[in-house]
């Protein structure tokens, strides 16, 4: 990863839930604008207003990548065993929190939220 591809306080956060992810009782959700699809049969394909909730059971294989925070997800609550790999590129990334009570904001940049998709006009 490239020291400009990622904010240093945001990416400190991202390292702190990945270390949490260790322990079964910490959760966290990371919220961003959007996030793409790396599935395959699913590649490009792009969700807006993405919340992803991350404990040790609904994601696996997080990594930090130039692209965004890539990891594996169950995004289907009807079909658990059905696991997408996607990316949240950081650029889009305006919360993360933990989940433990009590729960907290662990990075926030409201000034990212809602940013404008790509066929949006001024």
Same mark, same amino acid.
């Given at each position: 990863m490239t020291t400009n591809?990622?904010?240093?306080?945001?990416? =400190?956060?991202?390292?702190? $839930?990945?270390?949490?992810?260790s322990n079964p009782d910490n959760h966290?959700?990371?919220?961003?604008? @959007?996030?793409?699809?790396?599935t395959p049969g699913r590649v490009g394909e792009r969700w807006y207003m993405a919340q992803i909730w991350f404990?040790?059971?609904?994601?696996?294989?997080v990594e930090l990548t130039d692209? =965004?925070?890539?990891?594996? $997800?169950?995004?289907?609550?009807?079909?658990?065993?059905q696991i997408s790999?996607?990316?949240?590129? @950081?650029s889009q990334?305006?919360?993360v929190q933990s989940i433990n009570a009590p729960s907290l904001d662990l990075y926030c940049r409201?000034?990212?939220?809602?940013m404008k998709r790509p066929s949006d006009k001024d």
């Open positions: 591809s990622i904010e240093s306080e945001l990416a =400190g956060v991202l390292q702190e $839930v990945i270390g949490g992810l966290y959700t990371v919220l961003s604008n @959007y996030y793409d699809h790396l404990n040790t059971d609904t994601v696996s294989d692209e =965004g925070l890539v990891c594996s $997800v169950r995004l289907n609550e009807r079909d658990r065993d790999r996607i990316v949240l590129p @950081y990334i305006w919360q409201t000034d990212k939220r809602h």
